[in-house]
C-alpha cells in the first residue's frame, strides 16, 4: 500500500465521525493531527483505510485456527489465536443495555437497549496479540459468537502503542480460520483520542495500523540505540468485498521521512547535549535513535516520530520510548481500613492501619525486574482506634471496648520482587511478592456490665497474602505509580501506592 493512493479527500476532524455499521462497504476517511501528546506536531493526515465489505459472523475464540490462507490469497495473514494470562472483566446485562470495560480500562464496550433479549455475562478479556500491525493487547468478547439484534459499540483509547497516525488505524477480528478480518467504518476523535466502531457479534479483536513506526524495544536504558522501521501493510480484499489483515508488512516505499525527538526536528538537536536523545543516522525509512546520557527529569516516555510529507499535507508516526535506569529504589506504603459501614453482621472494631517498606529493584539487559534490600517496615504500623461497631442489639448498660498492640502488627512484607518491561503496556512492571500480607491487627476486646468485666478476650492477628498485581511506572526519577488498591470489600480497604528514586543510571 504505498500511502500516496490513500489521499481520496482530506478532511479535518474533531469529531466522531459517523460510523458505518457491519454489513456496509466501505471505510471512513478522516484527517488526524499527527503524533503523540509528547510530539507537540500537528499532521493533516491522509484518508483512513477503509476495509471494504461485510462483518462476517467471527471466530471461535480460544481454539485453535485452521492453516492455509483466506480471502483468496496466501497474502492473507493467519496466525494463532491469543492467549489470556489475567481474569477478564465481567457483567450481566439484559434487555436495558449497559457496558463493560476492559481489565486495562482501553476498550469499552457499550451494549445499548434490545440488543439483547435476556441476561447475559459479557466478558472482556486482555489476550497477546498475534496480528500483524497489531497495537498494544488484542480483546477477547465473551460469550463468543454471541450476536446481537442491534449493533454493540466498541471505543478504544491507545495509550503508548499509538505508533501511527490516526487516519491509518483499522479493527480487525480473527475468523475461525485464524485470518483477521477488518471491520468497516471505524472513526478516530484526534480531541478525544479515542476510536469507535461497531460490531453484531463477539470474537477476539485487535486493532491495528496500516502505516506505523516500530522498533523491536519500547524500552532503552541512557545511551543505547534503537532502529525505528517506517512499515506498511495493505488490507487484502476477497471476491466478496472483505477486507483481511496482510501477512507480511513491508518497508514504506514513498520516500524519506523528516525525523524529530519530542517534537524537535533532528537538525535542530545538538547530540552531545540532547536531553531527550536524537535520531543520528538515517537510513531510508530506517532511522536510528540514541538515548541520552542521563534520565531527564520530564518527557518520559521520550517520542520518536517520522513525518511523512504529500506535497502540502503530512502524516506524523510516532513510537513513544521509555527510558530507565538499570537500578532504583522503591518506598512502598500501605494503608488498611476496616469501617463500620458494610459490616454485615456481629459487629467488629473499625480502624485505619498505615505503614511503609522499600527496597531496590535491579533491570538486567532484557529488563527483567529483580529484588534487594528489603527492609523493615520504615515506620511502626500506626493503628487508629475509631470505634465499636455494634451490630447486634447489646445488654443494656453493655460496654465494650478495645485496644490494640501495634508492635504485633506487621501492615507490609516484601521478600521478593519480580517484573519486567511490559511492552505490551508499555511500562515498568513491578511485582512484590513472597510475603506481601495484608492484615487485621490484632486488639484486645473488654466487655463491661454494670461496671463488671464480663468477657476479656485477645483477638490475633489475621493475616493473610494479598492478590497483589503490581505496580506500573514509566521509569523516571520520582515517578509514582498510579494508587492501587488490591482488596476491595464492602468494609475493608487495602491501599498501596509506590515511588520510584534512581539509583544507578
Known sequence: MNIRTLRRGLIWTLSILALGAAGCSGGTDSAGTGGSAQTGGAGAGAGAVGAAGAAATGGQAGTTPDTGGTGGTSDVAVTAVGSQSAAPSTTTIGPNGGTVTSPDQRLVVSIPAGALSANTTIGVANITNTAPGGMGSAFRLTPNGQTFA????????????????????????????????????????????????????????????????????????????????????????????????????????????????????????????????????????????????????????????????????????????????????????????????????????????????????????????????????????????????????????????????PDQTHGIVVSAVGGNFDQTRAQLHVIPNGGMVSDFPAYEQVVTLAGMVVSDTIVPEDRSTVDFTGLFFDGKDGDTAPVYAPVAGSFSTVTIGAKLHVLQE
Open 150 to 405: 442491534v449493533p454493540v459499540t466498541l471505543v478504544y483509547t491507545p495509550t503508548g502503542e499509538l505508533d501511527t497516525d490516526p487516519t491509518q488505524v483499522g479493527l480487525a477480528f480473527q475468523t475461525t480460520a485464524g485470518s483477521w478480518q477488518l471491520v468497516p467504518g471505524i472513526a478516530a476523535d484526534t480531541t478525544a483520542g479515542t476510536f469507535t466502531s461497531t460490531t453484531t457479534h463477539f470474537t477476539d479483536y485487535s486493532y491495528v495500523a496500516f502505516l506505523q513506526l516500530t522498533a523491536d524495544s519500547s524500552a532503552l536504558f541512557v545511551g543505547q540505540t534503537e532502529t525505528l522501521h517506517v512499515v506498511e501493510s495493505d488490507p487484502v480484499p476477497d471476491a466478496s468485498g472483505n477486507s483481511y489483515v496482510a501477512a507480511n508488512p513491508h518497508p514504506y516505499s514513498g520516500g524519506t521521512p523528516s525525523w524529530a525527538v519530542n517534537g524537535v526536528l533532528t537538525g535542530d538537536i545538538n547530540a552531545a547535549g540532547a536531553t531527550y536523545g536524537y535520531v543520528g543516522t538515517v537510513n531510508g525509512t530506517d532511522g536510528v535513535y540514541t538515548a541520552p546520557a542521563h534520565l531527564p527529569s520530564s518527557g518520559n516516555p521520550v517520542a520518536v516520530s517520522a513525518t511523512i510529507a504529500f506535497g502540502s499535507s503530512s502524516v506524523t508516526l510516532v513510537k513513544n520510548i521509555h527510558l530507565l535506569a538499570h537500578q532504583y529504589h522503591v518506598t512502598l506504603s500501605y494503608e488498611h481500613q476496616d469501617t463500620c459501614a458494610g459490616m454485615a453482621q456481629g459487629g467488629g472494631a473499625e480502624f485505619d492501619l498505615v505503614t511503609s517498606t522499600s527496597f531496590d529493584i535491579t533491570l538486567d539487559s532484557d529488563f527483567n525486574v529483580t529484588g534487594s534490600n528489603f527492609a523493615d517496615e520504615i515506620d511502626p504500623p500506626v493503628v487508629q482506634t475509631l470505634n465499636w461497631c455494634p451490630f447486634t442489639t447489646p445488654v443494656p448498660g453493655e460496654e465494650i471496648t478495645d485496644s490494640y498492640t
